[in-house]
């Protein structure tokens, strides 16, 4: 009996002196984040006229990209369609598409979420780009070169009390030290599944950057200040035609009314005459 109780008392140590190794290793930093929300706070990259980010990460930093993009196009739609094959010869994959159909002063939009392998970002960014007219490019960056390193730690150092805790099962002579032991890998084990979770969001937003495509059409983009004589005589010239098309549409609804009040007045004046002329005739 006594033997058996100092052996319980043994394995519980060595459990516990595992979990101390385990917490040391894995330290005091905490990941709550789920996918899809900020994973740390790092700096801001300036978009160059080649779509790179100025002062790239170097090979062995862990950086997260992100960033946005608006072209205007003559076709919005069938450029959708090109910035697909574009996006996906490169690698990528779409992960959101929304398109607007052609009205009857616009020729529709289109809007699409894009992974796109951050090696071909910048070739795949210039052929955005030719897409139409750039008229924003925005891209940042994020830092996560420390957050990937002490998850890694965390990872290798429960995985090694896990298995260590798994070795001391066998040794196991009482049912308690048992349950014990197999709640503890439970538990571990949990959060072992948690890290690796976190560690390949964590690799997918690297290895992939994420790009907001929007496409739109020329009645839809902002007017552009007029820079030379032609321009000018370009912009003069679409808002006079367009006051007289904005006249037209302003008579055109106004056209029902104008014609039943004509009608009204004409009847009310056909009337008036009517009794004038016989109040004339009776005096």
């Known amino acids: 009996m006594r033997r058996t109780l100092i052996g319980s008392g043994a394995l519980l140590a060595a459990a516990l002196l595992l979990g101390g190794c385990a917490a040391s290793a894995g330290g005091d930093a905490g990941y709550e984040e789920m996918p899809g929300a900020p994973v740390a706070d790092g700096g801001s990259g300036v978009a160059d006229e080649g779509g790179g980010v100025a002062g790239g990460p170097s090979p062995d930093r862990q950086v997260i990209i992100t960033g946005s993009v608006t072209v205007t196009a003559e076709e919005p739609l069938e450029a959708a369609e090109e910035a697909v094959r574009i996006v996906e010869a490169a690698g990528g994959r779409v992960d959101g598409r929304t398109e607007y159909a052609a009205g009857e002063r616009d ?12 090696d071909h970002l910048t070739a795949v960014l210039e052929d955005l780009k030719d897409l139409g007219r750039a008229d924003e490019v925005s891209l940042s960056t994020s830092d996560v070169t420390v957050q990937v390193q002490d998850l890694d730690a965390r990872i290798s150092a429960l995985r090694a009390s896990v298995e260590r805790l798994q070795g001391l099962i066998a040794q196991a002579k009482d049912i308690d030290d048992l349950i014990a032991l197999e709640r503890e890998i439970s538990s571990r084990q949990a959060e072992l599944e948690g890290l690796e979770a976190q560690q390949r969001y964590l690799d997918d937003q690297v290895a992939m950057s994420t790009l907001s495509l929007y496409l739109r059409s020329d009645a839809e983009a902002p007017p552009r200040s007029p820079d030379s004589f032609w321009t000018g005589l370009a912009t003069g010239w679409d808002a006079f035609v367009g006051f007289w098309a904005g006249l037209l549409v302003v008579l055109g609804v106004l056209f029902p009314w104008i014609v039943t009040l004509g009608l009204v007045t004409f ?6 005459r009517r009794r004038t002329r016989a109040g004339a005739a009776a005096d």
């Open 107 to 118: 020729r529709g939009s289109a809007r699409l979420e894009l992974r796109v392998p951050a």
């Open 267 to 272: 009847i009310v004046i056909l009337l008036v």
